[in-house]
């Protein structure tokens, strides 16, 4: 019996770099490098598939960057086309690209559909023109509209829309106006995040030097409550901290992350964590063999992400121990945050209540 | 010829970085450890002291051989003064060994302030100052200002001041014999009673203690009986010897020589520095002058910090009192930080040294209470209580009332900051005794000062309102009646015993006002608002707020995070370690350090 595996790979290209963008990415719209890109990138996944295909199945695909989508149609097919031939890819896998409204059309969008992408995350941000350019975006909303529409023409029923809150300048309205009709679209799937400001950044600078000013902590957990609320009411189940989907449609593929399930990280900058080994690539080349402590301390942090948290059972299957004879040493300092109704333990399970995700790194800097 | 002619005991003293140690290597380099006449009677056989040459002598007392241009093997005693300048006694004792001291100035810096605190200490011993400008290799040097500086500010002549490169070895000859030429030769009765003073002692393992003399008059050998003058304790000599380096042990010691003691004294502090040394059974008649018996000024709570063993911190505390005869400590206990100990201090330089060897020699964690003098506490029935512990304060109701320990101050500053020092000394409830001009440019003020303002950071204050050129001197004289009230610290409405401290009535609010602000910056974000209070009895006199953290997330973690975030979360509980639990309240161990630095611009 095959174990699974997910596949990660990273597109480090963009038109233009997003003013609060801390990724691995870079401006470029040069087919040439583009190309050079994708063919080593090849070369990779036929080496890594002879290796491991025997031992691996691979049940979901995910292309991330920078902007995948500012490739080339039929490049991103060869991609996809290699991982098919060169990997034991499932039928009913799950194949995700992420885009950006402004590099899209009906031509491109045929290609994804034909080399087998089944999802689609687009990157939307906010619906509120001014909001985009404070972020320095390169789409306007009605591009975002045009091209979501253009996509469920296409045929796509499962797709991801991100968006942003408490991004300077930001009110509550603005921010309940964009989730209003961002629901009405009914994608099958949000994710949403607050704006955070990495060094390096344009954002940064602005920050440093007073231009721009971070929106208070309180407003930031109020949007983000509130958009939780308008979610559920709207039928959306929050089943991570940052992530909502209609039933039957969470992302198989980043639940891999907060589950300690296997991933093989191809292309500049992607990571992997397989055989019990994290490790990143080309420039960041880290590697690090994962002990006992590792695995079962990840796997409580990475789990308490998901709004079903931890469960016992899986613990002790994973691990052969008890999570509460593991863990004991860590009872006490957690007894605040079980006091507070952050923290809850019912039916077997561990996980962090609403109010418990806005403090959840105290939480987990319990377990590491 | 009198054996006394061929000898010269000196010091060298400088600013920092003028070039002390360098110099003191240059002239031993120069001079040998063997005269032609220590193989006679007085040293003992088997002496091989050339290879010892090899040795790195790093700043110790030691006794040279400089065979001089006139053809006669001089004695050099070099004596090291402590490094501390701010431990005046001890350096004043030194000095008190000497007949004179090298001022080594470097000639591209000029005359500098603690130049100026060397010199005056030499000058109160009538030592006879021997000028000598360092660093004379360099292109900026400038030894014609130099020598006007010298002669100017200190009031002796340089004009014929060596000049030397302690880092070239230039010069040194010259230096050499003008140590001979200047600096007088003692003139000790060699027959009279014996009377040496102790101007150092360390503790070793296997002889016990080992005091450092300069004999005056008379001798001493194995075998006598000698008497401590002051601490009137008898021991009998069981070595003797000179530091050539090292100790070589010799027949006797006699007028004029410096050298060491073994005597089988236990402890440090029974053998004192500045203490006079005679024998028992021909006692000298008057002990030597500036015998002053040391006595903790300040003490502090010592604590081991979270995670840090307490009797980690006894040993370490055993061991820095074996060769420091004032520093004291005693058991004690806090609410808030458990099982200590209450450590006596010359001062607060001397309780900072203290600390920073626990922490650095014995790698040591350690959380420091305020410093706090000794109060005479007389209660309602009459009886007196001495209160070193600000929690140990009786109940108000049972106190009839407080005296404070009051200092008299001798302040030695530059006449152009006379209006300053003579504010910070107003603001310190000081009261002015006299002035007067030592020179035309120095003035001396004599104050009065409760011994509480001056713990805390009045040397600094002085420090910096004179560039450095002031210096302080200070003896206990008597108690007095006060307004003191003790100032507590209350952390989300609960007492924290460590922060406690007594303070006078006039300067409560501001304390009080400041340790709330310090707290509030440093006192981490909690689940809950943390209100801070500083209160006096039951009435809160200041209060600040620290808000609850309501964001604590990392909103985005997928793959290639996961590696990053766990070094945030590890951070975090790392940071979580340094804390120090306070009934529901987390505080950092640097807040106890923080809140002792009162750095108001008083």
Redesign the interface.
């Given at each position: 019996m095959k174990r699974k595996l997910g596949i990660?790979i990273h597109i480090p290209f963009c038109v233009r770099k997003c003013r609060y963008c801390g990724f691995y990415s870079k401006s470029c719209v040069d087919d040439g490098e583009h190309r050079k890109y994708v063919k080593t990138l090849i070369d990779d996944i036929e080496s890594k598939g002879s290796e491991l295909s025997g031992k691996y199945s691979v049940d979901t695909i995910f292309i991330g960057g920078g902007t995948p989508s500012v490739m080339d149609g039929p490049l991103t097919g060869e991609i996809v086309r290699a991982l098919r031939r060169s990997f034991d890819v499932e039928d009913d896998a799950e194949i995700t690209i992420e885009t950006n409204p402004k590099t899209l059309d009906e031509e491109k969008l045929m290609e994804y559909r034909e080399a087998g992408i089944n999802r689609l995350s687009i990157g939307c941000q906010s619906l509120d023109d001014e909001v985009l350019g404070t972020l320095g975006r390169i789409h306007s909303a009605d591009d975002f509209r045009e091209t979501f529409a253009l996509a469920r023409r296409m045929g796509f029923d499962n797709i991801n829309i991100d968006l942003m809150f408490a991004v300077p300048g930001h009110t509550m309205e603005k921010w309940d106006e964009t989730l209003t009709e961002a629901i009405a679209l009914r994608p099958e799937h949000i994710s949403f995040?607050?704006l955070?400001i990495e060094e390096g950044t344009p954002f940064y600078d602005m920050f440093k030097k007073g231009e721009i000013e971070q929106v208070p902590?309180?407003i930031?957990?109020q949007m983000y409550h509130h958009a939780i609320a308008r979610f559920r009411e709207a039928g959306y189940e929050h089943y991570e901290?940052?992530n909502c989907a209609l039933p039957g449609r969470q992302c198989r593929h980043?639940l891999k992350?907060?589950s300690m399930e296997e991933?093989l990280?191809l292309g500049d900058?992607?990571?992997?964590?397989i055989g019990g080994v994290?490790y990143?690539n080309h420039p960041?080349r880290?590697y690090?063999k994962n002990n006992f402590r590792d695995d079962t301390t990840?796997f409580v942090?990475?789990g308490l992400?998901k709004t079903v948290g931890v469960s016992f059972d899986e613990f002790r299957k994973r691990f052969g121990l008890e999570f509460w004879m593991v863990f004991e040493d860590c009872r006490e300092e957690l007894q605040?945050?079980f006091d507070?109704g952050?923290l809850i333990e019912e039916n077997g399970r561990l996980r962090l209540s609403e109010e418990g995700?806005?403090?959840?790194?105290?939480i987990?800097?319990?377990f590491? | 010829m009198d054996y006394q002619t061929l000898i010269r005991n000196f010091s060298i003293i400088a600013h920092i970085d003028h070039g002390k140690s360098t110099l003191a290597d240059r002239i031993i380099e120069n001079t040998g450890l063997v005269a032609h006449r220590d193989m006679k009677e007085q040293f003992l056989d088997n002496m091989d002291l050339e290879r010892e040459r090899g040795i790195t002598i790093k700043l110790q007392t030691t006794r040279l051989v400089y065979k001089g241009k006139d053809g006669n093997e001089y004695i050099f005693n070099l004596i090291d003064t402590p490094g501390h300048v701010d431990f005046n006694y001890e350096v004043s004792r030194s000095l008190a060994a000497c007949e004179g001291a090298v001022l080594v100035v470097d000639c591209t810096q000029g005359v500098e302030a603690q130049t100026m605190a060397n010199v005056y200490l030499a000058l109160d011993e009538d030592l006879e100052i021997l000028p000598c400008l360092n660093k004379i290799d360099l292109a900026s040097a400038r030894p014609d200002e130099t020598k006007d500086e010298i002669e100017e500010m200190i009031g002796i002549e340089a004009h014929d001041a060596p000049l030397v490169s302690a880092k070239e070895g230039t010069g040194i000859p010259e230096l050499l014999e003008a140590i001979v030429a200047r600096i007088p030769a003692p003139k000790g009765d060699e027959d009279g009673p014996l009377k040496a003073l102790i101007f150092d002692s360390i503790y070793d393992n296997y002889k016990g203690v080992v005091i450092f003399v300069r004999i005056f008059d008379g001798s001493v050998k194995v075998g006598d009986e000698i008497l401590l003058m002051n601490t009137k304790k008898i021991y009998d000599v069981t070595e003797v010897g000179v530091m050539a380096p090292g100790h070589v042990p010799t027949r006797y010691l006699r007028a004029g020589e410096v050298g060491y003691i073994c005597a089988s004294i236990k402890q440090v502090k029974d053998a004192r520095v500045g203490d006079t040394v005679t024998l028992a059974e021909r006692p000298a008649k008057e002990m030597l002058p500036g015998y002053k018996k040391v006595q903790p000024m300040v003490y502090c709570g010592i604590y081991p910090a979270e995670g840090e063993k307490y009797d980690g911190v006894k040993d370490a505390l055993e061991k820095l009192q074996v060769n420091d005869a004032a520093f004291l400590f005693e058991p004690e206990t806090s609410t808030a930080l458990g099982y200590g100990f209450r450590c006596g201090f010359l001062g607060l330089l001397h309780m900072e040294i203290i600390v920073e060897r626990l922490e650095r020699e014995f790698d040591l964690a350690v959380i420091t209470t305020s410093p706090s003098v000794v109060y005479k506490v007389v209660m309602a029935d009459g009886t007196i209580q001495m209160i070193q512990n600000p929690t140990n304060l009786p109940a108000p109701a049972d106190i009839d009332h407080i005296e404070e320990p009051i200092v008299k101050a001798d302040i030695m500053i530059p006449k152009d900051y006379v209006g300053a020092i003579m504010e910070l000394c107003q603001n310190r409830r000081g009261k002015m005794l006299h002035m007067e001009y030592i020179t035309e440019t120095r003035v001396q003020l004599h104050y009065e000062l409760p011994l509480n303002e001056v713990i805390y950071d009045f040397f600094d204050a002085l420090k910096s309102k004179t560039r450095g050129y002031g210096s302080l001197d200070y003896e206990f004289i008597r108690y007095e009646k006060s307004n003191l009230v003790k100032l507590d610290v209350l952390l989300n409405k609960e007492l924290v015993d460590a922060f406690s401290m007594i303070v006078h009535e006039s300067e409560a609010y501001a304390r009080g006002r400041f340790v709330c602000e310090k707290l509030k910056d440093i006192i981490p974000m909690h689940q809950f608002e943390v209100p801070i209070q500083a209160a006096i009895g039951q009435k809160v006199i200041a209060r600040e707020t620290v808000k609850a953290y309501r964001k604590d997330v990392i909103a985005k973690c997928y793959g290639g995070d996961i590696s990053r975030k766990k070094k945030l979360l590890e951070k975090q509980k790392e940071g979580k370690k340094r804390m120090r639990q306070f009934g529901t309240v987390e505080v950092p161990q640097e807040a106890f350090t923080a809140v002792l630095k009162y750095d108001e611009n008083k």
């Open positions: 990660y995040y607050s955070q902590d309180e930031d957990r901290i940052s980043n992350y907060w991933y990280g900058g992607a990571s992997s964590f994290r990143a960041l880290e690090h990840e942090w990475t992400r605040e945050f507070s952050r995700m806005d403090v959840s790194n105290q987990m800097s319990v590491v | -």
